[in-house]
């Protein structure tokens, strides 16, 4: 019998509030900073990692890929960010950083193939994750400031689901029963 902690928690908590940071920014509200940074690392980053190394252990191979690959997506992006300020590159240009986000989202579109056969709350939250990466990667492509705070505002969104999804398995967990509907 496996009696560890499930960690779809953790990972579900950690992608939401970091995506929710980060999509305040690209939404125009505040400037990239280094608790963006700090979050994109430590709480998205490495937070999912962990998260995802659980899910291996529970034999959850999707939660193990999603985690995982999230986990060190919110590193890469960190790193994006910092090489060029460290002076070990140069920074990213528009078309790299559309190249970079379509890769995750045709990883997000097959993720979402695969929640069709799971609860509908994580479809729509990797289907609203897709439309978030669709509309940043227009944002670069086009250099439309409307277009990011509309991917903003749609990244916001996205965080707030799999926060909700990440507490109400928490809430519920802590309680024994279904208190919130995930």
Known sequence: M???ANPAPLGLCAFGMTTILLSIHNAGFIALSSGIIAMAIFYGGFAQVIAGAM???KNNTFGFVTFGSFGFFWISLAFLVMLPVAGLSKAVGPADMAAFLGVWALFTLGLLVCTIKMHRSLMVTIFMLLVTFILLIT????ASTTIRVIGGVAGIITGLLALYIGIGQL???VHGRRV???
């Open 180 to 182: 919130l509907p995930v």
């Open 55 to 57: 899910e291996w252990k």
């Open 171 to 173: 809430v519920n967990e």
């Open 139 to 142: 944002a670069e492509m086009t």
């Open 2 to 4: 496996d009696n560890t």
